[in-house]
């Protein structure tokens, strides 16, 4: 019985202390209801007391009382806060006038993600035929094979000796320009000796790969390319000259331009640089570093680079031999299994078979001739102009984004566009032609170039790479006629979108 009633007890107590707190609760939330209140009806009735007054509220009820007040700043017309209103608005109506992303009404302009994936797929689809051609070739990437593109013989080095020989040319030009700077021969004469050369020069390798069995094609492209460049480097040099002798006659003074192949003193560490004015430019030490540089059009005085850069060096090394050994790579495994192949429906004239065969050759191709523009216009030549300090490094511009033909092969290649520009296309204009005889001739002159280098190596002349060269004439005056005002459209769409979006 004491045990009972002792439980009874505990039970009483334990039930008045669990009514104690919701007691206590209870009139914690009346008030803190009542104060609320009393703030909200002291604030409408535009009373001066309490926190009206300036008095600040206690800090358990500041928080309180400053939402009523940001909620009545927000609308004070309405009981009904503004986001509430809003919230019902947008439970009551999910639709807008728009039209859908792919529309062109849309002013969507932002494809980035379905140009990654593009990515993704290009990735995955190459992915699958390097697999394929791995299963069904085996490893074709032969180094030393590399070697016999270029030699027939180990002992006869018939493409270097032919480059070697190109000295004969430049010392024949270089003395030509200095009997021409003292008067000792004429303008005329000197002329004639520089058409001479030049003409020999083109001349004298294309016979030599013509008759010696001994060249490979591989070797002729190589020898051939040499020869061209310095046609186009020598034409250039005795223009130069010419137009500073024009100067020298007509206002008796010299000309003067940036740096060349100066005479470098060095004062606190720094190169001071000296201008060379004409005829001191006549040197062989002149001549050799325009010979070298990665340009073609000459000046007495070339921009010149402050140092040599040997990080930047080394990084465009390791581009120059990753990238060399990757074409080798592609042409080995991916070329020449799939041209070997293309044999028969070429003899059988199997149209079907041989439009699949190009297509088939499209991607390799394209592979290829973009790895070749950045190890050649990139990595080669910013090489080659940071060993020589030579300053002008813009060597291609934006190609990838052009709209019409022209655009193209006037930024693809801006070496050879400068030296068209310089020699060819600005001299033919003044004399009065006009401006598509002028890119006829333009594009006459290149494609002769392109067949020298293609048929004359392989010893066959069929024309393809001229008639493909005179080919662009009529595709960029059908571009330029017809798809130009709709790529213009689409550039301003484009500049708008991009404008909208700053």
Not at 366 to 382: E, G, K, T
Not at 393 to 410: A, L
Not at 441 to 459: D, I, M, Q, R, T
Not at 460 to 480: E, T, Y
Request: glycine share 4%; net charge positive.
């Amino acid at each position: 019985m004491q045990a009972e009633v002792e439980c009874i007890k505990y039970k009483e107590m334990g039930d008045r202390n669990d009514r104690v707190p919701m007691m206590t609760r209870r009139t914690r939330r009346s008030t803190i209801g009542h104060t609320a209140a009393v703030a909200n009806s002291k604030q409408v009735n535009g009373s001066k007391q309490g926190t009206a007054a300036g008095e600040n509220p206690p800090s358990h009820l500041s928080h309180i009382s400053g939402n009523v007040e940001e909620k009545q700043a927000y609308d004070p017309a309405s009981t009904t806060p503004r986001n509430d209103r809003n919230k019902i608005s947008e439970r009551l109506s999910c639709h807008a006038l728009q039209e859908s992303l792919l529309s062109s009404a849309s002013g969507y302009r932002n494809y980035r993600g379905i140009l990654n994936w593009c990515v993704v797929m290009l990735v995955l689809s190459n992915a699958r035929l390097f697999l394929e051609n791995l299963i069904k070739y085996g490893i074709l990437v032969d180094p030393i094979q590399v070697v016999s593109l270029f030699l027939k013989d180990p002992y006869s080095w018939p493409a270097l000796c032919l480059v070697l020989v190109s000295n004969v040319f430049i010392m024949a030009a270089l003395y030509t320009e200095r009997r021409l700077s003292v008067g000792k021969i004429s303008e005329t004469t000197g002329t004639f000796i520089h058409f001479v050369n030049l003409t020999t020069l083109l001349g004298f390798p294309s016979a030599t790969v013509l008759t010696l069995t001994s060249m490979t094609p591989v070797g002729g492209v190589f020898a051939l390319g040499v020869y061209t460049i310095l046609f186009l480097k020598l034409y250039s040099y005795k223009d130069v000259n010419m137009w500073c002798r024009e100067i020298r006659h007509s206002t008796a003074r010299t000309l003067t331009r940036s740096h060349s192949c100066p005479s470098v003193t060095r004062s606190n560490g720094s190169a001071v640089q000296a201008h060379v004015s004409y005829p001191g430019n006549l040197t062989h030490r002149d001549i050799f570093y325009f010979v070298l540089a990665p340009t073609l059009c000459y000046e007495l005085n070339f921009p010149r680079s402050p140092r040599i850069r040997k990080s930047f060096l080394l990084r465009r090394l390791f581009e120059m031999l990753f990238l060399m050994q990757l074409l080798i790579g592609l042409v080995q495994q991916w070329m020449v299994p799939t041209i070997q192949n293309s044999m028969k429906p070429f003899q059988d004239m199997d149209f079907s078979r041989m439009m699949e065969r190009m297509l088939k050759l499209a991607v390799p191709n394209h592979f290829i001739w973009l790895i070749f523009f950045y190890w050649f216009f990139h990595s080669s030549m910013n090489f080659v102009a940071e060993l020589l300090q030579f300053g002008d490094r813009e060597f291609y511009r934006d190609w990838w984004n052009s709209e019409t033909v022209t655009y193209f092969w006037s930024n693809w290649n801006i070496p050879v566009h400068k030296w068209c520009l310089r020699h060819f296309y600005q001299p033919i204009m003044r004399r009065g032609v006009s401006k598509w005889v002028a890119r006829t001739a333009v594009f006459l002159v290149s494609a002769f170039f392109h067949e020298y280098l293609v048929s004359v190596p392989l010893k066959m002349f069929r024309l393809w790479a001229f008639m493909g060269m005179m080919a662009q004439i009529p595709l960029a005056w059908f571009v330029s006629r017809f798809l130009r005002v709709k790529c213009m459209l689409f550039s301003q769409e484009r500049d708008k979108c991009s404008y909208d979006s700053l």
